[in-house]
């Protein structure tokens, strides 16, 4: 009886340090996701990521964005919330589609969810040809630009012009390794430096947003 006790015993203690070992696990993969350039769909909650909310607040305040003409009926936002203005004046930048052509894109703004770095590049970039403050580079300028990076295969096809003109601007900077990763969150951080960048590269940049925030003021 007393072996088997023993024999009890030890198992009972393996299961324990195997559960224990699974949640490091788990708790690493979270805090530490692997450098492959891709994120978890549900990674929500990554310190300093920026949501939509604040990428189109802070786009809408720098790049003096109008109200479209012709609005959107969001699922998940209506007139006179905070986060509506900036929100219809940010869509027809999206380009949701470039990111996954094979996706259904809804009518969501999804304003709690983290931007990723592509969607970054991509409204950005799209904002800044619009305005005629930059040229999204050709298919052999971007190729170029792309050349280096271990994965560039993980960069939407469509998306890729963006992502090498935010490249080729100082827009957006590769992380370690030579890394674009996509997918992983745009961060506060990220977004401070892009606004710093343009202010002192892209002409007319900086009086577009002085303007802006003094016809604020005045109202």
Do not use: W
Not at 79 to 88: K, L, W
């Amino acid at each position: 009886m007393k072996s088997l006790a023993t024999t009890l015993l030890i198992f009972l203690t393996c299961l324990a340090v195997s559960g224990t070992i699974a949640l490091v696990d788990r708790a690493q993969a979270v805090l530490y996701p692997a450098s492959d350039g891709n994120t978890p769909a549900d990674m929500k909650n990554v310190t300093g990521a920026v949501t939509f909310a604040e990428f189109a607040t802070n786009v809408q305040e720098k790049f003096a964005l109008p109200q479209p003409a012709d609005l959107v009926v969001f699922d998940d936002l209506r007139p006179g919330e905070a986060n509506y203005a900036a929100a219809q004046a940010i869509y027809p930048f999206l380009h949701r589609q470039l990111l996954c052509p094979e996706c259904a894109v809804g009518s969501s703004f999804s304003p709690r969810d983290p931007v990723t770095r592509a969607q970054a590049a991509v409204v950005l970039v799209s904002i800044l040809s619009a305005q005629e403050r930059i040229n999204l580079l050709s298919p052999e300028q971007t190729a170029d630009v792309l050349s280096e990076l271990p994965d560039a295969d993980a960069i939407s096809t469509f998306a890729r012009p963006h992502v090498a003109t935010a490249l080729a601007n100082g827009i957006l900077v590769l992380q370690s390794g030579d890394m674009f990763r996509p997918t992983q969150p745009y961060l506060q951080t990220e977004m401070a430096a892009a606004l710093d960048t343009m202010q002192r590269r892209i002409p007319g940049f900086a009086a577009t947003a002085s303007l802006h925030l003094a016809g604020r003021s005045t109202q």
